[in-house]
């Protein structure tokens, strides 16, 4: 007798995704379950010649030029640099977001393609200056070398922006935004917490854009035992990422993973920045990301969070859907409003 289908969950029955960006998403999840190993390393060579990158273009394409700046060439630490034309033209001091891509602390980079577009649409959208850190990547260099790597780009720009040939006179670190997604907003929210204690001479955050921010713990929250199946997150993955992530000896309920878990670090006596979180009805982390919601709200923190309720994880990598357009929206006003407290 013929097997049946697997049967989808219930709560996927309504998701509905343009074959474009269907197609995407299945290649997406080909890649990476081809080149994770069970041994919890990667086949770079493979991952490489299937992750489509794009050079830096210092001539403007959509408006924005881009410039690859070096950080410390021992950890081939770096970050693209993307300029609005507008910058020139502009008398007014204009922001910095400083953004960590996502891709599971494993995978990816400042030059693949698809956060080659998102950087260079926030960098036109929002006339702001946008550093996409160039990281270094799991299982290779486990935690905490991507939040190190986060810090000295922030003590970089404090300090050593004017070696920077295409820095724009009138970009002002002192109007400073930490971004990110998905393993990106990890870093982005871990970074954040180093920079409350340091000291930086000019350098000053504004705010945090967190867009689904991976995080995780030892429990199975309901969302990710009610999403499974969903588009590109699936337990075996984020496990798999976890483990590629952390040293052998901490476990997934360190304060890295589960920011609001039983580790969590205590922010109350934080200076920390008003926070921008992006939630999506149909990825598996959700509830995780609620929690991390409730935490900065149970520490006295701002916070403002907003939820797509039709949206997968990464959504807004894909310019195709509707919610894209929106979170785009959504950060350009929270910049602006921040800006004008000023």
């Not at 050079?55 to 970050?79: Q, T």
């Not at 995780?288 to 149970?298: A, F, I, T, V």
């Given at each position: ?100 891509h996502g891709g ?48 000295d780009v922030l ?55 967190n867009i689904q ?130």
């Amino acid at each position: 007798m013929a097997s049946k289908p697997p049967q989808q969950p219930p709560h996927l029955k309504t998701l509905s995704l343009p074959f474009r960006t269907r197609i995407t998403v299945s290649l997406l999840n080909f890649i990476t379950d081809t080149v994770r190993r069970n041994n919890g390393t990667v086949n770079r060579r493979v991952f490489n010649l299937l992750d489509r990158r794009v050079a830096a273009n210092s001539s403007p394409s959509r408006g924005v030029s881009s410039h690859d700046v070096s950080v410390n060439p021992s950890k081939n630490l770096w970050f693209r640099l993307f300029v609005p034309r507008t910058a020139a033209a502009s008398g007014d001091s204009m922001p910095v977001i400083v953004f960590f891509h996502g891709g599971g602390f494993a995978f990816l980079s400042a030059s693949s393609f698809a956060y080659d577009a998102v950087c260079r649409r926030f960098a036109g959208k929002m006339n702001a200056v946008v550093c996409s850190v160039e990281y270094r990547l799991a299982p290779e260099h486990k935690f905490p070398a991507q939040y190190d790597d986060g810090l000295d780009v922030l003590n970089f720009l404090d300090k050593r922006r004017h070696e920077i040939d295409a820095w724009p006179n009138n970009a002002d670190v002192s109007r400073c935004f930490i971004a990110g997604d998905s393993a990106g907003g990890n870093i982005s929210h871990n970074v954040t917490v180093s920079a409350c204690t340091s000291r930086f001479s000019n350098l000053k955050i504004l705010g945090l854009i967190n867009i689904q921010p991976f995080f995780g713990g030892k429990e199975r929250v309901e969302s990710e035992k009610d999403l499974e199946g969903a588009p590109i997150v699936s337990v075996t993955r984020t496990e798999w990422m976890w483990k590629a992530f952390l040293p052998s000896d901490l476990d997934t309920d360190h304060w890295a993973v589960n920011v609001s878990g039983p580790n969590a670090v205590d922010l109350k006596g934080y200076d920390f920045p008003e926070t921008l979180l992006f939630i999506g009805g149909f990825d598996p982390l959700k509830d995780w990301q609620r929690r991390y919601y409730e935490l900065l709200r149970g520490c006295g923190k701002e916070v403002k969070l907003v939820e797509y309720s039709n949206a997968i994880h990464a959504f807004y990598v894909f310019p195709e859907l509707p919610e894209a357009s929106l979170l785009f929206n959504e950060v350009k006003d929270f910049i602006t409003k921040k800006l004008s407290k000023l």
